[in-house]
Antibody, heavy 125, light 109 residues
């Protein structure tokens, strides 16, 4: 059974940094691409970042490019999101998700087939 | 950038009724479109991918159709647990960029 558990959220001042983690279980983590998707309070979904199965390819939304870094440790079955220079508009629930269906390239898939329950990040002074 | 526009913003129906939700793309996305359900306080759940394929474990009352720019999610007979927010989603080919529609809230009438 696929299980994704996010951690690391909290309240942080604008301009500071935070690192999110997502622990995966129930599947062969090393062959899947992983994603971060966020949702501001009361708003819709926004894709943040994706990493290929081996970590060799990473892509970001324009809104976080240059500030956020996604990484993947296949020995720990964990994907991370390093968030620097946080802004008030980064306040959101951050979900990690797995990509496992559709036509995939380097396990970078078009859709998100399993999601964690999310962790709340609040950037506020 | 492809923009996905969902309609209506809110849909009020009763259990047992048929629900029809729309997603329109600003340019053709072929059949590369997914639908997600998000219940209050929960993470999204994949319902449909590649426009018409049901994800694992999704009941047969959920169906998707369409191609090009116009897509539809149909729920044939609403169950109480189906009242939620629904999002459509697309990924551009390469480099991958993922976009979501703004969502349709399906509420009990």
């Amino acid at each position: 059974q696929v299980h994704l558990v996010e951690s690391g959220g909290g309240v942080v001042q604008p301009g500071r940094s935070l690192r999110l983690s997502c622990a995966a279980s129930g599947f062969i983590f090393s062959v899947y691409g992983m994603y971060w998707v966020r949702q501001a309070p009361g708003k819709g979904l926004e894709w943040v970042a994706v990493i290929s199965y081996d970590g060799s390819e990473k892509f970001y939304a324009d809104s976080v490019k240059g500030r956020f870094t996604i990484s993947k440790d296949n020995s720990k079955n964990t994907v991370y999101l390093q968030m620097n220079s946080l802004r008030a508009e980064d306040t959101a629930v951050y979900y990690c998700a797995r990509g496992g269906v559709g036509y995939c390239t380097n396990a970078v898939c078009p859709y998100f087939d399993f999601w964690g329950q999310g962790t709340l990040v609040t950037a506020s002074s | 950038e492809i923009v996905l526009t969902q309609s209506p913003a809110t849909l009020s129906l009763s259990p047992g009724e048929r629900a029809t939700l729309s997603c329109r793309a600003s340019q053709s996305v072929s059949s590369y479109l997914a639908w997600y359900q998000q219940r209050p306080g929960q993470a999204p759940r994949l319902l449909i991918y590649d426009a018409s394929n049901r994800a694992t474990g999704i009941p047969a009352r959920f169906s998707g159709s369409g191609s090009g720019t116009d897509f539809t999610l149909t729920i044939s007979s609403l169950e109480p647990e189906d009242f939620a927010v629904y999002y459509c989603q697309h990924r551009t080919n390469w480099p991958p960029m993922y976009t979501f529609g703004q969502g349709t809230k399906l509420q009990i009438k």
